[in-house]
């Protein structure tokens, strides 16, 4: 048995992880200051002040993209929280029922559809971009909103992640238990399982949400009207639009930034259930 280390003494090994984390950390934060620094910037500041020197035009640049195309950028925002917030909720439905499904019952060709599962996780996104442009075109939805929402509602990942931890976290005695009381299936899952759960259904709905929230390629290809573009396309518009109008790069960047809100938000406010819900589970286990 290894002795403990005495107190007030630091193991030189925990500098080393500590430091690349420490540099990821800049690494992954560095775009994120620039942004917030740029937003702050005049037209006449962007491009003459030192790179993050902060500017006097942060108001002037919220104003003008708010007022851009008649407030268009909120109409951009929307849809997105429509896009991101559907499509997280409902993946997060269908990945629960299904993991849960593919963890607690046997049937024939459970082990298939998992494999497929695992499959699936494998094709990148942009291999299906077309096929489903094509389907959804047959069947009339492409440029509704329903050809950006229906296509995130599945995801493979999600499904696997659900069913990984259903496996580990609801035990079958419990199940069973339940049965021989006379407990029903659907009360089973909602009143039994459903709470252990819950710490899944939270990261899976994390990860959905922001992977919906950053989608560029689906929308891009499905939507035609820029009334129903997420901030992603919309702002791609405006990026586009800046060759010819130098202007308009206070807006691409500020828009940018306030696009980053939502996501930071959203985090803060359920880092807490995330951490509660993790401990619970492991006291429990």
């Given at each position: 048995?290894?002795?403990?280390?005495?107190?007030?003494?630091?193991r030189?090994?925990?500098?080393?992880?500590?430091g690349?984390?420490?540099?990821?950390?800049?690494y992954?934060?560095?775009?994120?200051?620039?942004v917030?620094?740029?937003?702050?910037?005049?037209?006449?500041e962007?491009?003459?002040?030192?790179?993050?020197?902060?500017?006097?035009?942060?108001?002037?640049?919220?104003?003008?993209?708010?007022?851009?195309?008649?407030?268009?950028?909120?109409?951009?925002?929307?849809?997105?929280?429509?896009?991101?917030?559907?499509?997280?909720?409902?993946?997060?439905?269908?990945?629960?029922?299904?993991?849960?499904?593919?963890?607690?019952?046997?049937?024939?060709?459970?082990?298939?559809?998992?494999?497929?599962l695992?499959?699936?996780?494998?094709?990148?996104?942009?291999?299906?971009?077309?096929?489903?442009?094509?389907?959804?075109?047959e069947?009339?939805?492409?440029g509704?909103?329903?050809?950006?929402?229906?296509?995130?509602?599945?995801?493979?990942?999600?499904?696997?992640?659900?069913?990984?931890?259903?496996?580990?976290?609801?035990?079958?005695?419990?199940?069973?238990?339940?049965?021989?009381?006379?407990?029903?299936?659907?009360?089973?899952?909602?009143r039994?399982?459903l709470?252990?759960?819950?710490?899944?259904?939270?990261?899976?709905?994390?990860?959905?949400?922001?992977?919906?929230w950053?989608?560029?390629?689906?929308?891009?290809?499905?939507?035609?009207?820029?009334?129903?573009?997420?901030?992603?396309?919309?702002?791609y518009?405006?990026?586009?639009?800046?060759?010819?109008?130098?202007?308009?790069?206070?807006?691409?960047?500020?828009?940018?930034?306030?696009?980053?809100?939502?996501?930071?938000a959203?985090?803060?406010?359920?880092?807490?259930?995330?951490?509660?819900?993790?401990?619970?589970?492991?006291?429990?286990?």
């Amino acid at each position: 048995m290894a002795a403990a280390t005495p107190a007030g003494t630091r193991r030189p090994a925990g500098i080393v992880p500590t430091g690349v984390l420490v540099l990821g950390a800049v690494y992954t934060l560095f775009p994120v200051s620039w942004v917030v620094v740029a937003a702050t910037k005049s037209r006449a500041e962007l491009f003459s002040t030192p790179t993050f020197a902060p500017g006097t035009g942060l108001l002037s640049n919220l104003a003008d993209l708010f007022a851009y195309r008649d407030g268009v950028f909120w109409l951009w925002l929307l849809n997105t929280v429509l896009y991101a917030g559907g499509g997280a909720v409902l993946a997060t439905a269908v990945a629960t029922v299904s993991g849960y499904a593919l963890a607690t019952y046997a049937f024939r060709g459970r082990g298939l559809i998992f494999n497929l599962l695992v499959g699936g996780i494998l094709v990148p996104p942009v291999v299906l971009a077309i096929p489903q442009y094509l389907l959804f075109s047959e069947a009339g939805l492409a440029g509704t909103y329903w050809s950006v929402l229906l296509p995130q509602i599945l995801s493979p990942y999600s499904v696997y992640l659900a069913r990984i931890y259903a496996r580990a976290a609801i035990p079958a005695s419990l199940l069973e238990a339940g049965r021989l009381d006379g407990a029903g299936e659907w009360r089973l899952f909602h009143r039994v399982s459903l709470p252990m759960l819950t710490p899944a259904m939270v990261t899976i709905f994390l990860f959905q949400f922001v992977a919906i929230w950053n989608n560029f390629l689906l929308p891009f290809i499905m939507l035609g009207d820029d009334h129903r573009f997420p901030l992603t396309v919309g702002l791609y518009t405006l990026l586009a639009a800046g060759a010819n109008q130098p202007s308009l790069y206070n807006l691409i960047i500020t828009g940018t930034l306030l696009s980053l809100v939502p996501l930071i938000a959203l985090f803060l406010t359920m880092q807490r259930h995330w951490r509660a819900d993790l401990s619970g589970g492991a006291v429990k286990s």
